[in-house]
């Protein structure tokens, strides 16, 4: 028979693994055996709000909050299925995620806290491990569900770079990794990198970082180098007096069949 620490382990880890149907089985066999657990409440009503279960995850949380009423993340949660439950939504459905969606990869990837978040009722319906997309404004970029939902902003800073890489031809991918009501995570992860900046690394690299981990050969030792800011300002002017020519030549071209006709 399996002891309650290893229950609490497979719970952990099919969390981890987005798999919800078998994290709520292991929960409440958890709480077969051990009524007071609160860790195993919390991880039940998450899990059944990731699987769209409403109901199912305010009672969860109810009855972790009879152990413990104090509780912030309870509070927060409750809130958030309040929210959801006025505007009669649900959290968007993720597919399995891998344990190593959120690895951190020195010079590809970037966690970014978003700034000038959205509405509440938008906010409650992300998910962890949900794709979300870049959309580039005039000086900034801001953050959008499938749907179009606006999310948030990036950071000025961030949002400059990134504008700049994407228009020297790379390609980043997104996802939530953590969603409050007030405050969003994203993972930046950049998947194509422009040939103009083939030897940047689009983020900071750190020189100490260290890892045995290999996954598809993507961890792996990098000959790029960190884009200075006076780098970033050159590539700028060179795309901006492309997109000029490129204008220009297009008016001539249009002066050009005007005058064939």
Excluded: H
Excluded at 151 to 166: A, C, E, F, N, V
Excluded at 169 to 194: M, P, T
Aim: aromatic share 8%; glycine share 4%.
């Amino acid at each position: 028979m399996e002891n309650l620490q290893e229950l609490e382990q497979q719970a952990i880890n099919a969390a981890i693994n987005n798999q919800w149907d078998d994290a709520i089985k292991l929960n409440e066999k958890i709480i077969k055996k051990d009524k007071k657990n609160l860790d195993a409440y919390l991880r039940l009503g998450f899990a059944f709000m990731q699987k769209g279960n409403l109901k199912k995850a305010k009672q969860s949380y109810n009855k972790a909050k009879k152990i413990q009423p104090e509780n912030y993340i309870i509070e927060k949660n409750l809130e958030k299925i309040k929210v959801l439950e006025a505007k009669k939504n649900k959290p968007y459905s993720t597919s399995t995620l891998s344990p190593y969606a959120f690895l951190d990869i020195p010079g590809k990837t970037k966690s970014v806290n978003l700034v000038n978040c959205g509405q509440k009722n938008v906010l409650a319906g992300l998910s962890i491990g949900q794709e979300v997309f870049l959309n580039l404004k005039k000086r900034k970029i801001e953050v959008r569900t499938k749907n179009k939902e606006y999310i948030g902003y990036l950071p000025d800073d961030i949002s400059k770079r990134l504008t700049i890489l994407i228009k020297a031809g790379s390609f980043f991918k997104c996802y939530i990794k953590e969603a409050e009501l007030k405050e969003v995570v994203i993972f930046i992860k950049e998947e194509i990198r422009g040939k103009k900046v083939n030897r940047y690394a689009p983020f900071p690299i750190n020189n100490n970082f260290t890892s045995n981990i290999n996954i598809n050969d993507e961890v792996q030792e990098s000959d790029s180098e960190e884009i200075s800011d006076s780098d970033l300002e050159k590539l700028a002017e060179s795309i901006i007096n492309e997109e000029k020519e490129e204008y220009i030549d297009y008016e001539i071209n249009e002066e050009n069949e005007e005058t064939e006709d």
